[in-house]
């Protein structure tokens, strides 16, 4: 029997298009976005317990939030949280992590999750997962899980994959493409061979190593040299001056993307990454007019929002299509609903008037 594989979470991000909710100080994967009680991470963390053990997980997450994952997460132990000095991507984040299971358990496999994403039909997602597993034990493979799309997406990445009589098992990688324009995006969903990108990867610890030696080498060659200290006092240390040294690359473009050995398993199971406002407002319940309200508010002639504001306020509004207000603490925020290129913008400019507001 296959032992059970290790979790790997990737807690770091700051959540910049879920300003002003997400702050700095507690990013979007620490809160409550969806009204369950759990935060994201939370949620993400009672999922994987359906195919791995607690002792198992890491959570890996930058250094400023290591108190918060152990707030929220008290059932692991130190060392299951890794921090990072500082946030140089997911490639350098996925090979801290790999290096780290390869000290422990070189036979490993793992995989590995971001923090914040949203799964709805869990029991359908637990069986994708167990089959990515058993795909990933032939040595060498790459798994990573790819979403039937249902609408021309520009906010995803897209991979294309090769036809197989048998769209059970897993699907060779041709590209991946990040973010299409509307254009592009409606011929990949024509196509018929192209899937979202769920940024869900599955492979043998083995696996990995030998593809970060052949594509990644420099990365390979740095994290090397901390065999003798991952699991002692000096781990910290060693990881600060790795960080300095490696480039600020994703997994996707500094690795998948030039391996042959990529797979994609096909998922239906209610994914959406939760990136934005706009992605939230898809997900929550509306009113006639297509409204998320989460306030005391009273609407006139206005259809497609989303109002999250404190109850304790009336908030009225006349007018609006396609628009986001809210208020936390001590940001107002009113913006176009799928205005999220410009929140980079926001909390840039936000932050010269003080970073009380980031």
């Not at 029991?123 to 060498?140: D, M, N, P, S």
């Not at 998948?256 to 096909?266: G, T």
């Not at 297509?290 to 509004?317: C, G, P, Q, R, W």
Request: negative net charge; aromatic residues 12%.
């Amino acid at each position: 029997m296959q032992e059970k594989p290790y979790i790997i979470i990737m807690a770091g991000g700051i959540g910049t298009r879920f300003w002003p909710h997400s702050r700095r100080k507690r990013p979007k994967q620490f809160l409550d976005i969806l009204g369950t009680g759990r935060s994201l991470l939370q949620m993400t963390y009672d999922r994987f317990l359906e195919v791995a053990d607690k002792d198992r997980f890491f959570v890996i997450t930058y250094k400023k939030y290591v108190n918060l994952v152990k707030e929220q997460l008290p059932e692991l132990e130190d060392h299951q949280i890794l921090s990072e000095p500082n946030r140089k991507n997911t490639a350098t984040c996925i090979a801290y992590a790999c290096y780290k299971v390869n000290s422990i358990d070189p036979g490993a496999s793992m995989i590995v999750t971001p923090a914040d994403h949203l799964i709805l039909q869990e029991g359908k997602f637990v069986k994708t997962i167990q089959k990515a597993l058993k795909e990933a034990t032939i040595e060498g493979r790459l798994i990573t899980v790819g979403i039937k799309p249902n609408r021309p997406e520009t906010g995803y990445g897209y991979i294309q994959y090769l036809e197989s009589k048998n769209s059970e098992e897993a699907l060779k990688v041709k590209t991946f493409t990040e973010k299409p324009n509307s254009k592009l995006a409606k011929t990949f969903i024509e196509s018929g061979d192209f899937v979202w990108n769920s940024g869900i990867f599955v492979w043998k610890c083995s696996s990995l190593l030998s593809s970060f030696q052949k594509h990644m080498p420099d990365v390979a060659e740095i994290f090397d040299e901390g065999k003798e200290f991952f699991g002692k006092d000096a781990e910290l240390d060693f990881v600060s001056k790795a960080y300095l040294q490696v480039k600020n690359i994703s997994i996707d473009y500094g690795l998948m993307e030039k391996s042959s050995d990529v797979y994609v398993i096909l998922g239906d199971f209610g994914w959406s990454d939760l990136g934005s406002w706009y992605s939230l407002h898809e997900l929550r319940e509306k009113d006639e007019h297509n409204n998320v309200v989460e306030a005391n508010a009273m609407l006139y002639d206005t259809e497609n929002s989303f109002i999250k504001v404190d109850s304790e306020k009336l908030v009225v509004v006349e007018g609006l299509k396609n628009y986001l207000i809210n208020e936390t603490e001590n940001v107002l925020l009113i913006c176009p609903l799928d205005g999220e290129k410009k929140f980079r913008d926001f909390v840039s400019n936000a932050r010269k008037k003080g970073e009380d507001f980031i």
